[in-house]
């Protein structure tokens, strides 16, 4: 199957900081990436959907002045988690899919803690 | 919307007996079907998927899954359970007039009994 790398795996952040997650596909074009977030115990929730070169479009309830996504290359994909607080503690899972395809691949989640 | 229903959240079977996990979606069309499998802490790995032909679909691990059109369900199976299974299994859909959206359903944790 095609390879998504995401980084960092892991990281913790001081409150009120922003940290960054990148995603990347390493042996495709990913025209369509998805970020999902998955609390302890629970399952993946899709946060948002980003095309190569437009705007996420988000998911509701999800606020999108406080989880930016880029999406500029067809490779590469980044969150940005702003002003981090603890409650945005979780792990972070993307994907990315070619848009001849139907399945995307899952990068390896990042686990964010804020402290 | 699509959704996904897994209606058992956690299932303790004894190694070496036999394991069912219920999966049943809400979609019109066909669906795209996957099982994922996660360990703690750990991300995703794809178990099955199935896209069309034939119903039932295997792994080289044991594992399979059967797709039932007229039950809205995709069940995961095992024969034999092994203490290396447990883990939390996500059953998921893809719509492909969803944006090719993967949707999970809440998940099962699997606990193995010696």
């Known amino acids: 199957g095609a390879v998504v790398s995401q980084h960092p795996s892991r990281v913790i952040c001081k409150s009120g900081t922003s940290v960054k997650i990148e995603c990347r596909s390493l042996?495709?074009?990913?025209?369509?990436m998805f970020w999902y977030r998955q609390f302890p115990k629970q399952s993946l929730m899709l946060m948002a959907t980003?095309?190569?070169?437009?705007?996420?479009?988000?998911e509701q309830g999800v606020e999108k002045d406080k989880f930016l996504i880029n999406h500029a290359s067809l490779t590469l994909s980044t969150l940005t988690v702003t002003s981090a607080h603890p409650e945005d503690s979780s792990f972070y899972i993307c994907?990315?899919?070619?848009?001849?395809?139907?399945?995307?691949?899952f990068g390896q989640g990042t686990r964010l803690t804020v402290v | 919307a699509q959704s996904v229903t897994q209606p058992d959240i956690h299932i303790t079977v004894s190694e070496g007996a036999s394991l069912e996990l219920r999966c049943n979606y809400s979609?019109?069309?066909?669906?795209?079907l996957f099982w994922y499998v996660q360990s703690p802490g750990q991300g995703l790995q794809l178990l099955l998927k199935?896209?069309?032909?034939?119903?039932l679909v295997q792994d080289i691990k044991g594992f399979e899954a059967e797709f039932k059109r007229s039950q809205y369900s995709f069940n995961l199976r095992k024969p034999s359970v092994h203490w290396s299974d447990a883990a939390e299994y996500f059953c998921?859909?893809?719509?492909?007039?969803?944006?090719?959206?993967?949707?999970f359903g809440a998940g099962t944790r699997l606990f193995v009994k010696a």
């Open positions: 998921a859909v893809v719509s492909n007039t969803g944006g090719f959206k993967t949707i």
């Open positions: 042996d495709f074009q990913a025209t369509t």
């Open positions: 994907s990315a899919r070619d848009q001849r395809w139907t399945e995307a691949f």
């Open positions: 199935y896209f069309s032909g034939d119903t």
């Open positions: 980003s095309n190569e070169g437009s705007k996420a479009t988000y």
């Open positions: 979609y019109g069309a066909t669906p795209y």
